[in-house]
């Protein structure tokens, strides 16, 4: 059985996002540090949101997005000059949130080099409260649903 947070194995990502790891992103050690992966999901996750109409669909309903869970488990180092690809999948869609599991894989050997998960809620500035999520983005989060294993 795969890790819980795991994507399950021969389920294609929904969504993948290439990065280039930067000088800054590494420490004393020579290899990215661990917050910096946390950054190259929110990456993913805003790129993936732009690219698929996310943005759109909240803009309309006049709602946006917060994070309200984010945790990644590191598996193998990247160091400077590597390329990573996140892959990134939803994995459960609620009422007023959802949630995203992300793959970060070395792209020179497609090293798993850490595994993440993401919990997003549809926030209304307006009323400083959690809403439900948008009929529009509800239909763009269901056709990227993929499914995870027991415990994700």
């Known amino acids: ?5 795991a994507l399950q194995f021969g389920v294609p990502p929904a969504f993948s996002h290439r990065i280039e790891v ?11 540090n661990n917050a910096v992966y946390l ?3 929110e990456q993913a996750r805003i790129v993936m949101g732009e690219t698929l ?8 309903a006049g709602v946006s997005l917060i994070l309200a869970h984010a945790s990644c488990d590191y598996k193998a180092q990247l160091v400077f000059g590597d390329e990573v690809e996140i892959r990134a999948s939803i994995v459960g869609i609620g009422r007023r949130s959802f949630t995203s599991l992300f793959d970060a894989h070395r792209v020179r050997d497609d090293a798993l080099a850490a595994r993440g998960r993401a919990v997003q809620v549809v926030f209304d500035y307006s009323t400083g409260k959690t809403a439900s999520i948008p009929d529009a983005l509800r239909e763009k989060l269901e056709v990227m649903l993929t499914t995870a294993p027991a415990g994700a």
């Open 1 to 5: 059985m795969p890790p819980a947070g």
């Open 22 to 32: 930067r000088f800054r992103d590494c420490d004393s050690f020579r290899h990215v």
């Open 39 to 41: 950054t190259y999901f």
């Open 53 to 60: 109409g996310w943005r759109r669909a909240l803009d309309e």
